[in-house]
């Protein structure tokens, strides 16, 4: 598409919107104008292509397409089954999955339909057998009670929140918390690294039914070939949650051992972090997990929501060209430079660095919360966001560690060179930032203090450093 084409889309679209809700078409053009200002290094945070963005605002939105391609709830579907499976098709070749569901609306749903289906697969339960065979109406108030009770209850090995996981995996503000009795492996001490013995020693004493790996905060590679290993000596299914790292195993940066498809019974991902697709989920798996995956709606998933699919399908066929590739390795050279950058002025990273797209800096070495520490870096323009480290005294509230990531930045075409400048940002915000008090003088984690002078300077450093890189060249509002 012409840089002119995709100005004149935007530009149409937004003086349409404007004509009936002009604060809503103003609210859209600002959200551009940030975007285009900040420093943006959240790590699950990415900016998706042209294409994809306007593959979305359609007319697909208006159709409702229960069930999956072929086998709908509702007639017409023809057109949905066409963009569901093309998004399926492209999502198999590029990870070399044998099943691809593309529906799911988020991370948390697509771990979602990957529980129901290894519950449903795995559970002895002659009332589940009996609701499958859609028999619903043979079930007493007994089956229904056996089903509830053999459902629950069943355990899940995943890895603790303050040592990278993620709350979808057992823990208690999500509904997983709830359902299964969880328990985590941390990361050794020493290295803040996963310590494999330690995994297998867990499963062997907890004999989990699933064994999840996967992360939101953990700044090195897991070996998914030994995971699989450790599965299969206690029984468990092997499910993998590679929401943060997708897009480094589509560019092929993850290989062989470190790749989840070949290893894991079931993959869960999100599309819209390093993968750069719409906002919205994905499971991946073998032909035994396939026919539970696809009942994920009306099972746990609202109706599908067919424009993300379509733009689904268009950022996955991006991800299957040769270019992607080049990117998701400058993801992780960028984030080594950042980390490289920061260790060389004295910041304490958790394990020493890293080899996939985030750092997790723990600012504490710095005097400071998580929560100062972010809100000082927001105050200088560096968007960024707190983060538990492990064994964190400072809770999942406070924390003690800010998590930044690459993928945004390396989208921009921002390299080494900026990473180092962007290394000297933050350590100078970190640096110069002291804890407050709070109202009665006691030492506060939320309060701090920094010269405002020193957050506009860095603010200003900031914006010059993303000038030579625009964000959505092709795109003038005019
Ligand atoms: N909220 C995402 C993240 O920031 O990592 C994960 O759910």
């Known amino acids: 598409m012409s840089r002119n084409a995709e100005s004149t889309a935007f530009r149409s679209a937004l003086e349409v919107v404007r004509g009936v809700e002009p604060r809503v078409a103003d609210a859209i053009a600002a959200e551009l104008a940030d975007q285009r200002e900040s420093l943006k290094l959240i790590a699950s945070e ?65 771990n979602l339909v ?42 899940m090995l995943g890895m603790s929140l303050d040592a990278g996981g993620h709350l979808t995996h057992g823990f208690r503000p999500n509904i997983s918390g709830k359902m299964f ?4 492996y941390g990361t050794d001490p020493a290295t803040g690294r996963i310590d494999y013995d330690r995994v297998a020693e867990a499963a062997r004493e907890f004999k989990p039914l699933i064994l999840v790996a996967g992360y939101s905060a953990y700044p090195r590679k897991v070996n998914f070939r030994i995971m699989r290993e450790i599965a299969d000596s206690v029984g468990a299914t092997f499910m993998v949650d590679m929401a943060h790292f997708a897009g480094l195993v589509a560019g092929k940066v993850f290989t062989g051992d470190f790749d989840p498809v070949p290893h894991a019974h079931i993959v869960t991902t999100t599309t819209h972090k390093s993968l ?34 379509a733009a689904k399908a268009v950022a996955l066929a991006e991800a299957r060209r040769p270019d992607f590739a080049g990117y998701a390795q400058r993801i992780v050279d960028n984030a080594q430079a950042l980390a490289d950058g920061l260790l060389r002025r004295g910041a304490t990273l958790v394990t020493g660095g890293t080899d996939n797209h985030l750092v997790l800096i723990d600012v504490s070495g710095y005097g400071l919360t998580g929560r100062q520490a972010e809100q000082a870096l927001l105050d200088s323009g560096i968007v960024t966001n707190r983060n538990s480290v492990p064994q964190d005294p400072n809770g999942a509230w406070y924390t003690s ?68 890189f625009p964000l959505y060249p092709s795109v003038d509002l005019g």
């Open 181 to 184: 009795d969880q328990r985590s």
């Open 114 to 155: 990957a529980f129901w289906a290894i519950l449903a697969d795995r559970v002895e339960s002659p009332a589940l057998r009996k609701a499958q065979a859609r028999q619903v109406n043979d079930l007493t108030e007994a089956d229904w009670f056996a089903l509830r009770r053999e459902l629950g209850n069943q355990r």
């Open 46 to 110: 990415n900016y998706a292509s042209p294409a994809t963005l306007l593959a979305m605002g359609n007319w697909f939105s208006d159709k409702y397409a229960e069930g999956t391609v072929g086998r709908r709830f509702y007639a017409g579907c023809q057109n949905v089954d066409t963009v569901e499976a093309l998004a399926a098709e492209h999502a198999r070749e590029l990870f070399g999955a044998s099943h691809a569901y593309v529906q799911p609306h988020s991370g948390i749903d697509a």
């Open 276 to 309: 750069r697709g719409p906002r919205g989920g994905m499971v991946l798996c073998g032909p035994e997990l396939a026919d539970q995956v696809d009942r994920g709606c009306p099972m746990v998933l609202g109706g599908p929501l067919p424009h993300v699919m």
């Open 401 to 468: 560690g800010i998590r930044i990531g690459t993928p945004a930045l390396t989208t921009r075409g921002l390299g080494a060179a900026e990473m180092d400048a962007t290394a000297e940002l933050i350590h100078t915000v970190l640096s110069q930032t002291t804890p407050g008090t709070g109202p009665d003088g006691a030492p506060s984690k939320a309060k701090y203090v920094l010269d405002p002078a020193v957050a506009e300077s860095v603010g200003k450093q900031a914006a010059d450093l993303l000038t030579p």
